[in-house]
C-alpha cells in the first residue's frame, strides 16, 4: 500500500486494540489474540502464500542493508541499525526458504539468494558455523536450480568461513573450485577474490611466498576491473604477509596504501583494519606512542559498528598498556 492508506488503516487497527504500536522500535505488531485469532483462520495455502511473501520481503530487506552498508560512511551505521532491528524476520524468512527449498522453486531461489543479499552484514553479525550452516543450503538450492555462478559463489563464500574457523586446507578446497567456475563463466571479479582468498588460506598455512604470488595475481584484476574495495583488502593482505617476512617497514607501505582506499570509499571496517595492522608493524619498529594512537582509532571505528575486531584491539592494548 502507499504511505497514507496504509497508516490510516494501521491507525483504525490501533484503535480497536488488533494492532499495536511499540514506540521504543517504531513498529506495530498483531495483538497476540488477534494473531491466535488469524492463525487458527489462515487455511494451509493462505499461511504458506504468508509465509513466502514474508521471507520474499525481508531478502529486500537484507539487501537494502547490505547496500548501505557499501555505501560507507555514516551510511554503515544505518545499514547495519537496519540488519540489527530486523534479524529476527530476516532468520525467520532465511528458515522457511531453507524448510521448503526442496519442494518450492521460489524457496530454492530464497534460499540461494539470501547470503548473498547480505553478504557483507552477515560477515559481521554471523559466527563462521551458522554462514556455514547458510552456504551450504545456498549452495544446495544453487545446484537444484542449476546456477553455476551461484553454485561457484557459495563455494567461495564456504571457504571465508572455514578459514574463519582456522581449517584453511578445507577452505583451499572450496576456493579451487570456485576458481574453476568463476574462470568457466567469465566472471573476473570472482576470480581475483577467489586468487586473494586462496592467498590467505595459504598465509595461514605458513606458505607466504605462495601467498603473494596469489595476491599479486588478485591486484592485476581489481585494477584491470575497477574494484576498489578488493584492491584495498589486496594490499592489507599484502602488508600483513610482509609483517610475517619481517619487513614491517614495507608492510606499512602497503598498510597506507589500503588505508588510503579505504577512506575513499568509505569502507570504515577496511579503514580500522588498516589502523590496527600499521599499530602492529609499528610496535615491531619500535614505535609504540604511534602504535598505541592507530590501535585506539581503530577500536573507537569497530566499537561504532559492532564489529567483533574491537576484541582482539582491547586485547592488544591491553598488553601493551602491561608492558609499560
Avoid at 557483507?120 to 543450503?137: F, N
Avoid at 602488508?239 to 569502507?267: W, Y
Wanted: charged share 25%; with cysteine; proline share 2%.
Amino acid at each position: 500500500m502507499d504511505i497514507e492508506p496504509a497508516q490510516k488503516t494501521l491507525s483504525m487497527l490501533v484503535k480497536y486494540s488488533l494492532v499495536e504500536w511499540q514506540p521504543a522500535i517504531r513498529r506495530y505488531r498483531l495483538h497476540d489474540l488477534a494473531r491466535l485469532f488469524a492463525a487458527k483462520h489462515c487455511t494451509e495455502a493462505e499461511r504458506a502464500a504468508g509465509q513466502q511473501h514474508h521471507a520474499e520481503h525481508y531478502a529486500t530487506v537484507l539487501r537494502s542493508a547490505d547496500a548501505l552498508y557499501l555505501e560507507g560512511g555514516d551510511a554503515i551505521q544505518r545499514g547495519l541499525a537496519l540488519f540489527d532491528l530486523e534479524w529476527g524476520n530476516i532468520q525467520a524468512g532465511h528458515s522457511w526458504a531453507q524448510a521448503n527449498a526442496e519442494k518450492n522453486k521460489a524457496a530454492a531461489q530464497l534460499c540461494n539468494d539470501y547470503p548473498n543479499a547480505g553478504a557483507y552484514c552477515l560477515y559481521l553479525r554471523q559466527h563462521p558455523r551458522e554462514r556455514i550452516h547458510w552456504l551450504e543450503a545456498a549452495l544446495t538450492a544453487a545446484r537444484s536450480l542449476k546456477n553455476h555462478a551461484g553454485e561457484g559463489v557459495h563455494g567461495g563464500n564456504l571457504g571465508l568461513a572455514y578459514v574463519d574457523l582456522g581449517d584453511p586446507r578445507r577452505a583451499i578446497e572450496f576456493y579451487e573450485q570456485a576458481l574453476v567456475i568463476a574462470r568457466e563463466i567469465g566472471d573476473q571479479r570472482n576470480e581475483g577474490a577467489w586468487l586473494g582468498n586462496l592467498g590467505l588460506a595459504y598465509a595461514a598455512l605458513g606458505e607466504p611466498r605462495r601467498a603473494i604470488e596469489l595476491y599479486e595475481q588478485h591486484l592485476i584484476i581489481t585494477r584491470e576491473t575497477g574494484d576498489r574495495r578488493g584492491e584495498g583488502i589486496n594490499w592489507g593482505n599484502l602488508g600483513n604477509t610482509f609483517v610475517v617476512l619481517g619487513e614491517p617497514r614495507r608492510a606499512i607501505e602497503f598498510f597506507d596504501q589500503a588505508l588510503v582506499i579505504a577512506r575513499e570509499i568509505g569502507d570504515c571496517c577496511g579503514e580500522g583494519n588498516s589502523l590496527y595492522n600499521m599499530s602492529l608493524a609499528l610496535d615491531t619498529l619500535g614505535e609504540r606512542k604511534q602504535a598505541i594512537a592507530n590501535a585506539n582509532a581503530a577500536l573507537k571505528i569497530f566499537e561504532q559498528i559492532k564489529d567483533p575486531g574491537a576484541a582482539k584491539v582491547h586485547k592488544q592494548l591491553a598488553e601493551w598498556h602491561e608492558q609499560k
